[in-house]
């Protein structure tokens, strides 16, 4: 079964290519850079080492590999619903059909303005829907707060240079579960660090799409774009820890709206 479902993600995205060979592919990935992309607990970074380089390039000899060392949870990654429910699927269980889904975007840049502390609520996803539709089935939807274009400068992007008295904007338990009762989507982006606020020391966010077996994204890279409301598909490819609680995740967007 694993191999037809590799197979069908393989034949989803060549058909995504082709038929959107006009179309904008959008990279909503931050990049890793040695010890430089931060992590969730201070200090501890995504590191290279152990680099080799043999040869000379000039006569056609080069030669170069490296090791690399990082936190699960690091940079823009996928939290697997392991990550806070015991019994939820690890990163190599969940369904490859879950990567390759509709895209929708709920941009609240303008509500949030940067206040650090801002929580999306219910009513944000009813407006959305009032103003685009109802939202499709089987889709991931992106929550752009306006923060990644923090990202890389940790005390602007945490609010704190320490474990503790973090502050960032997240969704409200009763938001997470709003999105969980729908039964419309199988993950959930967030443009910070955390699906739940900064200010949160519980994580009901984290345990409620844990528990019905949703992903979470975090850290996408959302700042300077103009990814449309609805209308475009996104290819989701976490790296594949098999038992991980979570992982490093590159995310494809396809849309056929122009960019600017």
Not at 111 to 133: C, I, S, T, Y
Not at 222 to 240: C, D, E, H, M
Request: aromatic residues 12%.
């Amino acid at each position: 079964m694993r191999g037809s479902y590799e197979l069908y993600v393989l034949i989803v995205t060549l058909t995504l290519v082709a038929n959107h060979a006009g179309s904008v592919v959008l990279d909503l990935g931050h990049g890793y850079r040695h010890n430089v992309t931060s992590c969730w607990v201070p200090g501890v970074y995504f590191n290279v080492f152990d680099v080799v380089e043999n040869g000379d390039p000039d006569n056609g000899t080069w030669y170069t590999a490296e090791q690399f060392s990082t936190p699960e949870h690091c940079g823009t990654h996928m939290d697997a619903p392991y990550h806070f429910y015991k019994q939820g699927w690890k990163l190599g269980d969940i369904p490859l059909e879950r990567f390759v889904v509709e895209g929708v975007h709920v941009n609240v840049t303008h509500q949030v303005n940067g206040n650090p502390d801002f929580m999306l609520n219910v009513d944000h996803l009813r407006k959305w829907e009032q103003v685009n539709g109802a939202f499709p089935n089987k889709s991931v939807v992106l929550i752009n707060f306006g923060w990644s274009d923090k990202f890389g400068d940790r005390l602007e992007y945490y609010k704190s240079s320490t474990s503790s008295d973090r502050r960032f904007p997240g969704l409200s338990a009763e938001a997470a579960q709003w999105i969980v009762d729908s039964g419309k989507f199988v993950g959930l982006g967030v443009d910070g660090p955390s699906t739940d606020a900064g200010i949160s020391s519980t994580y009901p966010v984290h345990k409620i799409l844990s528990k019905a077996n949703m992903y979470s994204l975090e850290n996408v890279a959302l700042n300077g774009t103009s990814l449309p409301a609805r209308g475009f598909k996104l290819v989701v490819q976490p790296i594949k820890i098999l038992d991980g609680t979570g992982g490093p995740c590159r995310i494809l967007a396809f849309t056929e709206n122009k960019f600017e």
